[in-house]
């Protein structure tokens, strides 16, 4: 079975600094796909980052980057540059490869942007 | 990139009623996703949706308390039946992009039970 684990339910940061939302994840598949979301108080998930298994660099998106190592099964989210709009819910998940494929989420760590 | 929309977006009900969401997306997808998000905690997935056939319900969700319809490609309906307020909670609808690399999620219905 699948599982992801994100182990900080929440995180203070100072506005500017970079931030790394940790992330681990348990699979048995040989490929699988692994997602951040950002959901601020509105309820929207909104799509950050996505990283295939078989990548062989890890994935950017403007501030976003993902620490992906597979050998440790993690996919850590590294936000650069810190903004107070940043303040949101953020959750990692899981997929399969294929698009019809179930995708599984992780507890979420709430990101605090301090001014 | 897909869009996902959802009706109603926020609705108060009271308890033992039922509601029916409706998820509408703008392109065919196969399997369509319904998840619950309750207060403060991360999303559950309820069902997957597969066109023509019946929705495949996740452990702890009994197709009684939450009937889906799948009628087409681009359509599906979650109804939460005889509510109570441990239903008060966000519902969305997600599908997958044309890319392996896409998961869309519809804007959710925020739902209070009294």
């Known amino acids: 079975a699948q599982k992801i684990t994100q182990t900080q339910p929440g995180m203070f940061v100072q506005e500017k600094e970079a931030v790394t939302l940790d992330c681990t994840y348990d699979?048995?598949?040989?490929?699988?796909?692994l997602f951040w979301y950002k959901q601020p108080s509105s309820g929207e998930m909104i799509f950050l980052i996505y990283?295939?298994?078989?990548?062989?660099q890890n994935a950017t998106e403007g501030r976003y980057s993902l620490n992906f190592q597979k050998a440790r099964k993690s996919a850590n989210l590294v936000i650069s540059a810190s903004q107070l709009g940043d303040s949101a819910m953020y959750f990692c998940a899981m997929r399969g490869m294929n698009r019809d494929d179930k995708i599984i989420f992780g507890k979420g760590t709430r990101l605090h942007i301090l001014p | 990139s897909a869009v996902i929309s959802q009706k109603p977006s926020r609705d108060i009900c009271q308890r033992g009623t039922s509601l029916t969401i409706q998820c509408q997306v703008d392109s065919q997808v196969t399997m369509m996703f319904w998840y619950r998000q309750q207060p403060g905690q991360s999303l559950t997935l309820i069902a997957t949706a597969n066109q023509g056939s019946e929705a495949t319900y996740e452990s702890g969700f009994v197709i009684d308390k939450f009937p889906i319809s799948r009628p087409n490609l681009t359509f599906s309906t979650l109804t939460v039946s005889n509510m109570s307020p441990e239903d008060s909670s966000i519902y969305l609808c997600?599908?997958?992009?044309?890319?392996?690399?896409?998961?869309?999620f519809g804007p959710g219905t925020r739902l209070t039970v009294l």
């Open positions: 997600s599908a997958g992009g044309s890319s392996y690399n896409e998961q869309f």
């Open positions: 699979t048995s598949d040989p490929s699988y796909g």
């Open positions: 990283q295939g298994s078989y990548d062989q």
